[in-house]
């Protein structure tokens, strides 16, 4: 296939921020941070403050997330503490040097979008920030027509160019 499914391009675009928030996170003094470390700790510079919706937004369990949280926590990188609007809930938050460390990201991932906007046109940047903000639903279950016995055609769908 010439044409690289859209899937592995929204892979290769993840890994391009990815990348560049190691990068910055490394140069900040937080070294050895796992590709889904990172992608943790992007949510919470975001704002995003609480296990369950970090886990919703990386699509994996809330315990995957547990792990990571404390594995962050004994490197003193975040603390898990009780929720001030809710007793029953607990909230993360980055803590001392990490705390500025991930400020910079923050402002990285900022940077990263505006240079992207550069790289691609504003034009093209806000196409593709419209269309990964829409809805898109659950994920449809494909058609059992769509299920090939081995050996038969390669192109059953075409992806639109």
Sequence with gaps: MSNPRLMMR???????FDEGLQAA??????????????????????????ASRIAKNLGVTPQAVGQMLNELQARGVVEIVPD??????RIVRLVGPADRSFRAA??????????????????????????????WGNPPKA????????????DVVSAPQ
């Design 106 to 135: 923050a402002r990285t991932l900022d940077y990263l979008e505006l240079e992207l906007a550069q790289r691609i046109g504003m034009a093209h940047y806000n196409a593709l920030r419209d269309a990964l903000n829409k809805d």
């Design 25 to 50: 996170l490394k140069e900040a003094g937080v070294p050895n941070v796992t590709r889904a470390q990172s992608l943790l700790i992007a949510n919470i510079s975001s704002g995003v403050n609480r």
């Design 84 to 89: 001030p609007a809710d007793a029953r809930a």
């Design 143 to 154: 058609p059992a027509t769509l299920q090939l016995e081995d050996g038969e055609g390669e």
């Design 10 to 16: 929204l892979l290769t675009a993840v890994y391009w």
